[in-house]
């Protein structure tokens, strides 16, 4: 079965500084990598995906994410934050049944 | 394009008292659907998931079950909510690897 660590809790960045969250992921084969963000009280919003091919995925709201398959990893980024980045993020991962295993969430907040 | 609706947003309940939860998606056919629980402070379990019309997978024991009457709704219940039952409850579905959420319930066990 496939799993996936987020091993920050919680990261506090300056409003236009630099963010990286971290996402390790454990499965046989390539797997389907996800990265959702959450508002408080709100359901989850796909940020971007990686299935195949180029190993830089862009997604929405200026994030982008990298596959690397040596380290097990697909870390989110995002050159400047905005306060309005401010939510929950995880990291996902999918097999080949389509059912979906999250890590336990980066929260970032988001300070003026 | 495809939406889904999960209702009640928020629910107060005492214990031992029964659960319906609704989700119903609009806009695709056949999908695979999915009850996930997010615990405070915690990541998202998925609870069930179903390919079909009264096809259900637990994923966990619990005290919560899942049913798919039509081909676009599927329903979370419990004939008796417990305190450990409070959460916020996700439903989901795909058509592929990719899953689209709705906006959840808080339901509070007190």
């Keep these: 079965a496939q799993s996936v660590t987020q091993p920050d809790i ?30 408080p ?5 796909l940020l971007l995906k990686y299935f195949s091919g180029d190993t830089l995925v862009q997604g929405i709201k200026g ?11 697909f870390n ?20 080949v ?16 | 394009s495809q939406t889904i609706h999960q209702w009640p947003a928020t629910l ?3 214990v031992g008292s029964p659960l319906s939860l609704e989700c119903t998606v609009e806009g695709t056919s056949n999908p ?36 798919r009457p039509q081909d676009r709704q599927f329903i979370l219940s419990s004939k008796k909510l417990l ?3 409070s959460g916020f409850y996700l439903c989901a579905w795909s058509a592929g690897p990719e899953a689209f959420f709705g906006q959840g319930t808080r339901l509070t066990v007190v």
Excluded: M
């Excluded at chain 1, 049944?97 to 003026?112: I, M, N, Q």
């Design chain 1, 10 to 39: 919680h990261i506090t960045v300056s409003e236009g500084a630099s963010l990286e969250l971290r996402c390790n992921y454990s499965y046989g084969a390539t797997p389907y990598l996800f990265w959702y963000v959450q508002s």
């Design chain 1, 41 to 45: 009280g709100q359901g989850l919003q």
């Design chain 1, 63 to 73: 994030f982008e994410a990298e596959f690397k398959r040596s380290q097990s990893s």
């Design chain 1, 76 to 95: 989110l980024r995002k050159p400047s934050v905005h306060w309005s980045d401010a939510a929950e993020y995880f990291c996902a991962v999918g097999a």
């Design chain 1, 97 to 112: 049944d389509y059912k979906l295993s999250f890590g336990a969430g980066t929260t970032v907040t988001v300070r003026a």
């Design chain 2, 12 to 14: 107060v309940q005492p």
């Design chain 2, 32 to 67: 695979n659907l999915y009850w996930y629980r997010q615990a405070a402070g915690r990541g998202l379990q998925l609870l069930f998931y179903s390919v079909g019309i009264g096809q259900i997978s637990s994923e966990v024991p619990q005290n919560l079950s899942a049913s």
């Design chain 2, 83 to 85: 305190l450990s039952d």
